[in-house]
């Protein structure tokens, strides 16, 4: 008897062990879903910060931004909205630190502008001077170990040309454009747009243009060291003049590039041939200070690349006809960090004067996040 007591009281005692073993596991499971929760809530409050403070640095844009356009008409690389100092200072003011918020403007209209290939959309009439400057830029900036897929300046542009002409059949621009045919019969199959690029990207599905097809070295002339340039910070797809064809719903784009803030690589396709080795000259002299001061030495109106070189009568037309100074179109990068949470936003920001009041202000055209 004695010991089948012993033996329910080790049962008893084994299943106690197990019940409380058990009981371990499951508050240990509960305490680690609980702090993961919490570890959980904390991360997305400060996913959620981060997002709205980088928000808070999207609009900061917008109102500098608006504010330059209501103090004069040029833009340039002289104003608060292009001084990472100044803007620094600007999000101090919002009560933000610099370290935790980031902002860079960049104009969208110092670049070349690829839908202005075409004069007009739907069409298919190419724009012979923009045709020239892009053909010029793709001849300058290609690299001495230029990749075997990578398309000739030439072939680039002609088939550059036939994305975005309305035109679909077999008679391609040149000998090297390509038409929906050739896109459809690659490993991986997909139709010609036949219409104006919407974003940059799609500039890698046109037939001779891959990443490498410009020299790094040669786009970052001019810049900051620390700053990785491509092919996105030397083309757009912005640039849409304001008001439409009403009776064909026609429309297109300017071509015309802000020299005051566009990078040497785009300044010298925009020269006259011959005339490349002058765009450090140009952006030499708009980024020219006084001794021991901040402020400018020159400032830049219209016509003041004439002080700088001397253009003939041919040459002056030929680079008017594609350069303005002012901007309507501005990319904002905004990133903010919140403890461990970081958040990037990219902004397109279209910059307009209302009509009836003629106050300006800015909107959104694009937001990506990244």
């Known amino acids: ?45 400060d996913m959620f910060a981060a997002r709205e403070k980088a928000m808070s640095g999207i609009h900061l844009a917008m109102m500098l931004l608006t504010l330059d356009a209501a103090d004069n008409e040029v833009d340039s ?7 990472p100092e100044k803007i620094a200072e600007a999000v101090t003011a919002m009560g933000l630190n610099p370290t935790d918020l980031s902002l860079k403007i960049v104009d969208e209209m110092g670049k070349l502008q690829l839908n202005a290939l075409l004069t007009q959309f739907p069409g298919n009439e190419p724009n012979d001077a ?49 038409e929906t045919n050739y896109y459809e ?39 900051d060291e620390a700053v990785q340039v491509n092919a996105k910070d030397m083309f757009t797809v912005y640039g849409l003049l304001d008001g439409r064809d009403s009776k064909e719903n026609r429309f297109s784009f300017s071509g015309k590039v802000n020299i005051n803030t566009a990078p040497v690589a785009v300044l010298a396709a925009l020269l006259p041939e011959g005339r490349d080795v002058n765009a450090q000259d140009l952006a030499d002299y708009r980024a020219e200070k006084a001794n021991l001061g901040q402020e400018y030495t020159h400032p830049l109106e219209s016509g003041w690349f004439e002080d700088v070189i001397a253009l003939s009568d041919d040459e002056k037309k030929a680079f008017t006809t594609v350069i303005t100074y002012s901007s309507s179109v501005f ?39 990244g």
Not at 139 to 162: C, F, H, M, Q, R
């Open 77 to 83: 690389i002289q104003e608060t909205w292009a001084d």
């Open 185 to 223: 019969s690659l490993e991986v199959p997909y139709t010609c747009a036949n219409g104006p690029l919407k974003h940059i990207s799609e500039l890698f599905l046109v037939k001779g243009v891959v990443d490498s097809m410009l020299s790094p070295s040669y786009i970052s002339q001019g810049m």
């Open 331 to 369: 990319t904002a990068v905004c990133t903010a960090k919140q403890n461990s949470a970081q958040v990037t936003l990219h902004a397109v920001i279209k910059r307009e004067k209302q009509d009836l009041t003629g106050k300006w202000f800015c909107r959104i055209l694009q937001m990506e996040r």
């Open 130 to 178: 923009q045709m020239v400057v892009l053909e010029r830029f793709l001849t300058l900036a290609a690299p001495e170990d230029k990749p075997e897929e990578a398309g000739s300046a030439v072939e680039i542009v002609n088939a550059l040309k036939d994305w975005l002409d309305s035109k679909d059949d077999d008679a391609i621009t040149g000998l090297t454009g390509a």
């Open 1 to 45: 008897m004695a010991s089948i007591h012993r033996n329910q009281k080790g049962v008893a005692l084994i299943a106690t062990i197990a019940v409380v073993a058990i009981l371990c596991v499951v508050a240990m499971e509960a305490g680690r879903l609980a702090r993961q929760a919490a570890s959980g809530t904390i991360t997305e409050n």
